[in-house]
């Protein structure tokens, strides 16, 4: 088993959870603020099976990040790339569902 911990920018978490609950994995996040800008952000936990990595990072690079326009009067404007997060990565010894 494999924890993942996806830190992911608040604007796109909501996207980034569906893309995730959508594919049956089941996630646990909390909100979290840090970065030099202490910008606002989730961690997302994902405990799943070692196989399932490469499936669970192919969903994360596909919805982790966005393109901005920002105008800037009626001809300027600037294109930039935002968003994104960090994925750490760890084994778990154990994992138990407790009774509900």
Same mark, same amino acid.
């Given at each position: 088993?494999?924890?993942?911990?996806?830190?992911?920018?608040?604007?796109?978490?909501?996207?980034?959870? $569906?893309?995730? *609950?959508?594919? &049956?994995?089941?996630?646990?996040?909390?909100?979290?603020? =840090? /970065?030099?800008?202490?910008?606002?952000?989730?961690?997302?936990?994902?405990?799943?099976?070692?196989?399932?990595?490469?499936?669970?990072?192919?969903?994360?690079?596909?919805?982790?990040?966005? $393109?901005?326009? *920002?105008?800037? &009067?009626?001809?300027?404007?600037?294109?930039?790339?935002? =968003? /994104?997060?960090?994925?750490?990565?760890?084994?778990?010894?154990?994992?138990?569902?407790?009774?509900?």
């Amino acid at each position: 088993m494999k924890m993942l911990m996806a830190v992911i920018h608040s604007f796109e978490a909501e996207m980034v959870l $569906d893309a995730l *609950i959508a594919e &049956g994995y089941s996630v646990t996040f909390m909100e979290s603020r =840090g /970065g030099m800008l202490r910008q606002s952000q989730l961690a997302m936990f994902i405990a799943i099976e070692e196989e399932k990595v490469p499936s669970v990072m192919k969903i994360l690079k596909e919805t982790c990040s966005s $393109d901005v326009s *920002i105008h800037s &009067g009626e001809k300027a404007s600037t294109s930039a790339k935002i =968003g /994104g997060g960090v994925v750490f990565t760890w084994d778990l010894s154990s994992m138990e569902r407790l009774p509900v």
